[in-house]
Structure formats: structure tokens, C-alpha cells
């Protein structure tokens, strides 16, 4: 009788069990799997984008019912650095902060588009302060002088203006300050710090300059540099750096000294970047407007006072800064123009104080100082901000 075959658990050698570590089971994702992708989540972006932008035009709507104004530099400010905190990368920070300036940009003029003034024309450093702050989709209006910025903004012909207010290298801007003293009435609502890199722009070979345009505090930021690399060049003062980089693209042995993006603008080499003296080199901007901002509380104050010309009168002036806890983190004084002595002029007094003007300490500080004064403006309280990249 034959014998049944015995069964057997084995597998046999010629099975093959599909595990999870299977090549067919991890495939690599694949330059058309990726686009694919990329595709899917660029309509998802769309979608949430213009989402938001409804959103931020009913919110406008609301505003206006309820006579807020549309822009606010601490609103705006706080959204920015809440998303930067929430990124974890790979995209650079810098890259998500302009994504989002100009998102907001972009839903804010759905509302109405801002009308900005800056000492221009484009591209000048205040140009792309004014950038920086509102972004592009805003009406930016170039101005020749920075008490025209003033006077567009006293008139009413725009809602904000941009101005430079002091820099790292060279102090206060006189312009300005002159400007506040003759319109108080304007308030600084938001503060720009622009770390400002400066290039030598032209259309000829480094060796071939024989005149080097811009303005005057530009040229004094490159000084030493420009003295010992190009000293054959005649130095010239222009209205601001846009308007010495358009000399330089019609002239054949000109340069001029300005940013990377007037290079882009007037179609000019790059001859050498960087070349400011001071590598911390910052140029501090206000934003102007007809009221301040409301607080926020990491806010600082402007003032500009007049105290008697007597000895010990700026001590006994700033002595209830210190009593009341207030910290003057800048100073400046300032010749009151047409002053009758000559010989020994009235000086007026630029300062800023931590806090804001609503703040219980800055307002007890304020009133005692100005007990002690001939005249004193609060030229606004507004958020403080960082220094980022021209």
C-alpha cells in the first residue's frame, strides 16, 4: 500500500512573501510624482490665500463702520512675528516675512489702496523703507524733498509719509527735524530701521570713474572708502541715491553710490558692494501721519522740547524721567533756526522715551518735564521694531 506524503509547514524555496521592506512597497518619489505635488498644494495655497483675503475684507468693512483706520504698524507687526515664530523651516525667515508683507499688502489695498509718500524717485533708500513698511501694493509717491513729504502729509494728499530720522554712522537728519519743527502737528506713527548696504553702480570699469553722485549722506557713509579706492573721482551731492544712480546710467565715467535694487532699476553694473564704513550701518526711518499709534506695550516715545538757555537746565529738565522710571534711550539737540543771538543760540531737544504716551509713568514724566520747559510736542508713540535687511 502506498504511503501518503507527509505535509509540511515549509514554504517552499520558490515562494516569495511580499514584506514591508519589498523594493515594489517604498518606491522613490519620482520628478513627475513631485511636480504633482507641488501642483496640488499650490491650488490648495491659492485657495487659502484668497480665504484670507475675503476674511481681511470683511474685517475692513468692520473697521470702517467703526471709523478704525485700515492700517495699524502694531497689527501688522504682530501677524508677521507670529508667523515667523510658527515656521520651522527649510524656507529662510526673511523669505516668509516678505510672503507675508506682501500678503497683507495685497488684502489691505482690496480695501483701499494707501497713498505713501517717500523722498524719491523709486528705488531711493526711503523708497524701499516705504516697501518695506506697506509693502508694494500701496500708491507710492515719489516726492523731491523731505519737507515735501511733509507737506503731501499736512495737505492731505496721502495718508502716510516716510522720512528719515537718524543713522547709525551719521546722527540725526537735519531735513526732519527742521520739518517737526515747523509741523508738530504730524505724528510719527511707526518706526523702520533699514540696515543700509551701499554699491558703487556704473557703466564703465571701476578705473574709469571720474565722478561719483549721491546724496550727501550717502557719500558721508562711504567716505573713507571712496577716498582711498576711487580719490581721483569728484564727489557730487544729488537730491537722493535713485537720482545719482540715473546720472550714472546717462553718463559713460559716472557711478553712483546706492542700493542693489537702483542697479536692477537703471540697468547698471554692480562695480563693488558694501562699501560703507560702518558694517552696523542703519538708517532709522518714521512713518508719518495725522494721528499716533495706539499702545501696544513695547512702544517708545518722540519728543521735541524747548527749555530756557540757562545753566542746568537740561538736568533739572530730564530729572523726572529718571523719578518716574522712564528710560531716554536717544538724544539729540537741534540750533533753533533763526535764533536772535547768533553767538549763542536757543537749542531745541529731539528725544526718545520707552513707553507710550498713554502709559501711567510716561504721562506723570511727561507733564513734570513740561513744567519745565518753554515748549515741549509729543511727536508720537509708536511699536518698536527690528532692524532688517534694505
Known amino acids: 500500500m502506498a504511503r501518503k506524503p507527509t505535509s509540511t509547514n515549509r514554504t517552499p524555496e520558490t515562494a516569495k512573501v511580499p514584506t514591508s521592506e519589498s523594493p515594489d512597497s517604498k518606491r522613490a518619489p519620482t520628478l513627475t510624482t513631485l511636480r504633482g505635488e507641488i501642483d496640488q498644494l499650490d491650488q490648495d495655497l491659492v485657495g487659502l490665500l484668497n480665504r484670507r483675503a475675503e476674511i481681511a475684507s470683511q474685517i475692513g468693512q468692520i ?5 478704525l483706520e485700515i492700517w495699524s504698524a502694531a497689527r501688522e507687526d504682530e501677524v508677521i512675528a507670529r508667523a515667523l515664530a510658527a515656521s520651522q523651516g527649510p524656507l529662510p525667515i526673511e523669505t516668509l516675512r516678505l ?15 494707501l497713498r505713501v509718500a517717500c523722498l524719491g524717485p523709486k528705488h531711493s533708500y526711503s523708497y524701499l523703507a516705504a516697501v518695506a513698511k506697506f509693502g508694494e501694493a500701496v500708491e507710492h509717491v515719489p516726492v523731491g524733498s523731505i519737507a515735501a513729504v511733509f507737506e503731501e502729509l499736512n495737505r492731505r494728499h496721502v495718508e502716510f509719509g516716510i522720512v528719515p530720522l537718524e543713522n547709525s554712522t551719521d546722527g540725526r537728519i537735519a531735513d526732519t527735524l527742521d520739518m517737526f519743527i515747523k509741523l508738530p502737528n504730524v505724528k510719527i506713527r511707526a518706526e523702520v530701521k533699514l540696515r543700509i548696504h551701499h554699491c558703487l553702480l556704473g557703466r564703465c570699469e571701476w578705473g574709469q570713474v571720474r565722478r561719483v553722485y549721491s546724496k550727501s549722506q550717502a557719500l558721508s557713509q562711504c567716505r573713507n572708502w571712496l577716498g582711498k579706492n576711487l580719490p581721483q573721482a569728484t564727489k557730487v551731492e544729488v537730491v537722493s541715491t535713485a537720482a545719482a544712480a540715473e546720472l550714472a546710467q546717462r553718463e559713460e565715467f559716472a557711478a553712483a553710490v546706492a542700493s542693489r535694487s537702483a542697479a536692477q532699476a537703471y540697468r547698471l553694473n554692480i562695480l563693488t558692494e558694501n562699501i560703507e564704513d560702518q558694517l552696523h550701518n542703519v538708517t532709522r526711518f518714521a512713518v508719518l501721519a495725522e494721528v499716533a499709534e495706539q499702545r501696544t506695550g513695547h512702544d517708545k516715545t518722540s519728543l521735541m522740547l524747548r527749555l530756557p538757555n540757562q545753566v542746568g537746565s537740561l538736568v533739572k529738565t530730564l530729572s523726572p524721567f529718571e523719578k518716574f522710571g522712564v ?35 510716561v504721562q506723570k514724566a511727561i507733564e513734570t518735564v513740561r513744567k519745565r520747559c518753554e515748549r515741549l510736542d509729543i511727536l508720537g508713540s509708536y511699536p518698536r521694531c527690528k532692524v532688517i535687511e534694505a
Do not use: A, V
Open 63 to 67: 473697521k470702517h463702520h467703526q471709523g
Open 99 to 113: 510672503i507675508f508683507r506682501e500678503l497683507m499688502s495685497g488684502s489691505r489695498s482690496l480695501q483701499r489702496t
Open 327 to 361: 528710560n531716554l534711550t536717544w538724544i539729540e539737540s537741534f540750533p533753533i533756526p533763526n535764533s536772535q543771538d547768533e553767538n549763542d543760540p536757543s537749542y531745541l531737544f529731539f528725544m526718545d522715551i520707552d513707553g507710550h504716551e498713554s502709559d501711567p509713568q
